[in-house]
């Protein structure tokens, strides 16, 4: 059992490092993914070691994320709610926590049949312990420095992210070849992966808005991409996409942007 255990933390550490190899920026304001994931390797290899302090660890641990899952799903609930019938994205998003905490479960129920060494604390013990008081530290530098103006908007409240993007174009107005600031490059991330409203519209104006941080960062080929798909999803926002000159299109995106005015 300790070793099937220990194989599947093995595996979930490996996948948080394989994401952060294959692209995942490990400086956005996210969780610290990396040291999430090493933690997550040691504590299975602890694991498959019969290590005390990796079994006592990985309990406390599950037992957490029981508890930031609960704050989750209420601060989700209400900030956002549950609308009509047909809000389906946010039942789904629900459904993924309901998921997870089931899975939390059933790995707290496996971690507790491993048998491990009952003996005083070894030297692998301490360095866990030391492992886990450093990605502990990680978590709370980025708990505290993440950006309260954003959470609504990370949570799905699409009022949070419209009021995001006008200011995000409005910047962009104000200052069309001025660098983009930390804080506007953060919003932009986060409009690009939270937007979840009902209507193609309003995610059409966070599309835009993302375009726009992009092309002042000089990113040409995602400002074009993001006012291709805010075009596509409402043709008011082609002429303004079509007014880019800094973007060149080319014939066939210009074709693509006259077509849907």
């Known amino acids: ?17 394989a994401y ?20 997550l390797i040691v504590l299975g290899a602890g694991l498959a070691g019969r290590s005390r302090a990796a079994a006592l660890l990985v309990r406390a641990g599950l037992g957490a994320g029981l508890v930031a899952l609960g704050w989750i799903a209420t601060s989700y609930l209400r900030f956002r709610g ?25 790995l707290f129920m496996l971690v507790r049949r491993v048998k491990y060494n009952k003996r005083a604390f070894r030297r692998i013990d301490l360095l866990l312990l030391a492992g886990t008081g450093v990605a502990l530290t990680l978590g709370v530098v ?21 009021i995001i993007a006008t200011r995000l174009l409005e910047s962009a107005e104000r200052a069309p070849t001025a ?4 804080w506007e490059e953060d919003a ?9 409203g009902p209507e193609p519209g309003p995610c059409a104006v966070h599309r835009y808005a ?21 075009c596509d999803e409402d043709s008011s926002w082609c002429a303004r996409a079509a007014q880019e000159t800094a973007l060149s299109w080319t014939p066939e995106e210009r074709t693509r942007l006259e077509r849907h005015r």
């Open 1 to 17: 059992m300790h070793m099937f255990v220990g194989a599947i933390f093995l595996m979930l550490g490996g996948a948080c490092v």
């Open 20 to 39: 952060l190899w294959a692209g995942g920026s490990i400086f956005e304001r996210e969780p610290p993914l990396l040291a999430f994931g090493i933690l």
């Open 82 to 106: 549950l609308g009509a019938t047909d809000d389906l994205l946010a039942r789904v998003y629900l459904l993924g926590i309901v998921l997870a905490v089931a899975g939390v479960v059933a």
């Open 142 to 162: 980025w708990l505290v420095g993440d950006d309260s103006r954003l959470r609504p908007c990370r949570l799905g409240v699409d009022a949070a992210c419209d």
């Open 179 to 182: 660098p983009p600031t930390r």
């Open 188 to 196: 932009a991330r986060v409009l690009e992966r939270y937007c979840r």
């Open 210 to 230: 993302v375009g726009s941080v992009a092309l002042r960062a000089g990113r040409i080929d995602a400002a074009r991409q993001a006012f291709l798909r805010a």
